[in-house]
C-alpha cells in the first residue's frame, strides 16, 4: 500500500526512496520561482536540495508562484504534501527516487499576494520557467512585442497586472519606492540568451509604464543568462501510478526525468547566490557557447530526428533512435554541417557531447514521444535548425543536409492535411497550405519570411531545398536518409 507524502510520512517511506536530509523547518525562502513545472521541480528544486543536503544555502529555499489556472491546480496538489516532490530518474539500469525539499512555500495565485513576496527583502532571486514562447517576443524583430493585446492590458491597469512581466515590473517599482536593492532576475527557460531575452521583456513593459523607472531598472537589475538541460516528461496517469506501484509514495504530482542534467549560469548575481557550484552547476563569464551547443546539436537534434521519424511510423523517440537510419542521419548531420560552424569552447569535445545526445534520445525508460518533438515547428526550427543554416550559408560550408532537415519538416507539414496526424503549431493552417503548394513549388514554404526570414532568397538554399523535396517525392524518406549519410562517409 502506497504512503501518501507529506513531511509527517517521510521517515515511513520505503527504504529506497531518498529523502531529504536537513530540517525543512530550518530554510527560509531566498528565490521565488514563477512557473512551477515538472521542469523546474527535477531541475533547478533538485540542485537546491542537493546542496541543502549538504549543509549549504538554508536561506535559499523557495517559494512557487503562478498565475495561470493550471498553477493553481498544481499549487493544490503541493499544498496536500507539504510542497515536497517525488522525483524518479529514468535511468534503464534502474530507476532511482528522491523526495524534494527545497520548496517551503507556495503564492496564492493572486496580484497581490505575488506582489507582497517580491517585495519581501529576504527574496533576492526570481526565478522563471514561463516556456519558450511566454517571453511576448515579436516574431519580425525578434525583439519585445509591447503591442501584445496582453501588455497593452498591463500597462493600461500597471496596479492590477495578468502577466509574468507586468508582475515583476509592478515588484520592482515597489521595491525601488520601498529603498529596497532589487531582485536577481533569472530566466530558466530552454531559449538562446534568455538573460537578455528576460531583460528585454521586463524593460520593455516598464517603459509602457514609468520610462523613469525602465532606466532604473535597466541599469540596476541584473538578468544572468543561463543554458539549462534535462529531458522531463509531462506526468500524466502512467507517472503518478509508476510511483505509487515502483516506490510506494501516493504522489499527486509527481515528476520523471532522465538521469542527466546540465545548468551553466553567468555568475551575475549582485544580492548573492547559492553555491550551486558545489552541486555541479557551471558557474562562467559567458554562456552563450554553451548555448549555441545545445541548440544546436540537443535542440536541433531532436528536430532532426523528429520529422522522419514520424513519417515512418515511430511514436517513442527511443524507437526512432532504434531505427539505424534516422541514427546515422542525426551522427552525420550533425558532424558534417552543425559543428563545423560551432564556436569552440575550451575543453569541450562537441562529438562526445552529441554521443551523450543520442544516448540520451535512446533511453526506453524515458518514454518520451515524437508527437512531442514535432509540436512548435514554427518556434522551434528558428531558434534551433535556421540559425545553423544562416552561418554556413555565410561560410560557405554544406547545407545540404539543413536543407533536408527543413524539406522532411515540410513533408510532414503536408502529411498532417490527410487527418492522420495533427499538426500542433499555432501556425498550422499557414503551414499546411504553403507545405502542400510546396509540393509543385518548393518557395512557397520558404515564403513563410515570419518563419523564414530572407532565407527564401538565398539562393543555394533554395535549390538544395527544392532538391530534397524532389527526393522524398521520388524516393521516400528511407532512401533519402541513407544516401545521405552515404555521401558523408
Request: hydrophobic share 45%.
Amino acid at each position: 500500500m502506497a504512503t501518501n507524502l507529506s513531511n509527517d510520512t517521510l521517515n515511513a517511506l520505503p527504504e529506497a526512496v531518498a529523502v531529504p536530509e536537513y530540517d525543512r523547518g530550518a530554510l527560509t525562502p531566498g528565490i521565488l520561482h514563477i512557473g512551477v513545472g515538472n521542469f523546474h521541480r527535477a531541475h533547478m528544486a533538485w540542485y537546491l536540495d542537493r546542496l541543502f543536503a549538504q549543509g549549504e544555502g538554508h536561506d535559499w529555499a523557495i517559494v512557487g508562484a503562478g498565475i495561470k489556472s493550471f498553477d493553481a491546480a498544481k499549487r493544490e496538489a503541493l499544498k496536500g504534501q507539504d510542497w515536497l516532490t517525488t522525483v524518479v530518474e529514468l535511468d534503464p539500469a534502474a530507476l532511482t527516487a528522491r523526495v524534494i525539499g527545497a520548496m517551503v512555500d507556495f503564492c496564492e495565485i493572486d496580484s497581490a499576494a505575488l506582489t507582497a513576496r517580491l517585495t519581501d527583502p529576504a527574496i533576492r532571486i526570481v526565478s522563471l520557467t514561463v516556456t519558450e514562447g511566454g517571453y511576448f517576443v515579436d516574431a519580425e524583430t525578434g525583439g519585445f512585442d509591447s503591442a501584445h493585446h496582453e501588455i497593452v492590458d498591463d500597462a493600461q491597469t500597471p496596479d492590477d497586472p495578468k502577466t509574468v512581466f507586468g508582475l515583476l515590473v509592478k515588484g520592482l517599482k515597489a521595491r525601488r519606492d520601498a529603498g529596497l536593492e532589487p531582485f536577481t532576475v533569472m530566466s530558466c527557460d530552454n531559449l538562446p540568451e534568455n538573460g537578455h531575452v528576460a531583460k528585454a521583456a521586463v524593460v520593455g513593459m516598464a517603459k509602457l509604464v514609468d520610462p523613469d523607472l525602465a532606466a532604473w531598472i535597466a541599469a540596476n537589475v541584473a538578468f544572468p543568462c543561463g543554458m539549462v538541460d534535462c529531458i522531463t516528461p509531462a506526468t500524466g496517469p502512467r507517472e503518478i501510478a509508476l510511483v505509487k506501484e515502483t516506490f510506494g509514495v501516493d504522489d499527486k504530482a509527481p515528476v520523471v526525468c532522465e538521469p542527466f542534467r546540465q545548468w551553466v549560469l553567468e555568475d551575475n548575481f549582485p544580492q548573492g547566490r547559492p553555491a550551486l557550484e558545489k552541486v555541479g552547476v557551471e558557474f562562467v563569464p559567458d554562456v552563450a557557447p554553451y548555448e549555441t551547443m545545445k541548440l544546436r546539436i540537443l535542440n536541433a537534434g531532436h528536430a532532426a530526428i523528429a520529422y522522419p521519424s514520424a513519417l515512418l511510423g515511430h511514436h517513442f523517440v527511443h524507437e526512432g533512435m532504434q531505427d539505424e537510419d534516422v541514427t546515422a542521419w542525426l551522427k552525420a548531420l550533425m558532424r558534417a554541417e552543425v559543428i563545423p560552424v560551432l564556436p569552440e569552447i575550451g575543453g569541450v569535445d562537441f562529438d562526445a557531447y552529441l554521443e551523450k545526445c543520442a544516448e540520451r534520445f535512446a533511453n526506453p525508460e524515458v518514454g518520451d514521444t515524437i508527437a512531442r518533438l514535432c509540436l512548435d515547428g514554427s518556434n522551434r526550427q528558428p531558434k534551433f535548425v535556421l540559425p545553423t543554416v544562416r552561418e554556413a550559408l555565410e561560410a560557405g560550408s554544406a547545407i545540404q543536409g539543413l536543407a533536408l532537415e527543413v524539406a522532411l519538416w515540410c513533408r510532414y507539414c503536408a502529411e498532417t492535411t490527410k487527418g492522420e496526424i495533427t499538426l500542433e503549431d499555432e501556425r498550422a493552417p499557414a503551414l499546411q497550405a504553403a507545405a502542400l503548394k510546396a509540393q509543385t513549388d518548393p518557395s512557397a514554404f520558404l515564403a513563410l519570411t515570419d518563419i523564414f526570414g530572407r532565407l527564401g532568397e538565398a539562393p543555394r538554399f533554395v535549390e538544395a531545398f527544392a532538391a530534397a523535396l524532389a527526393e522524398l517525392e521520388q524516393k521516400g524518406v528511407r532512401a533519402v536518409l541513407r544516401e545521405y549519410v552515404a555521401a558523408q562517409a
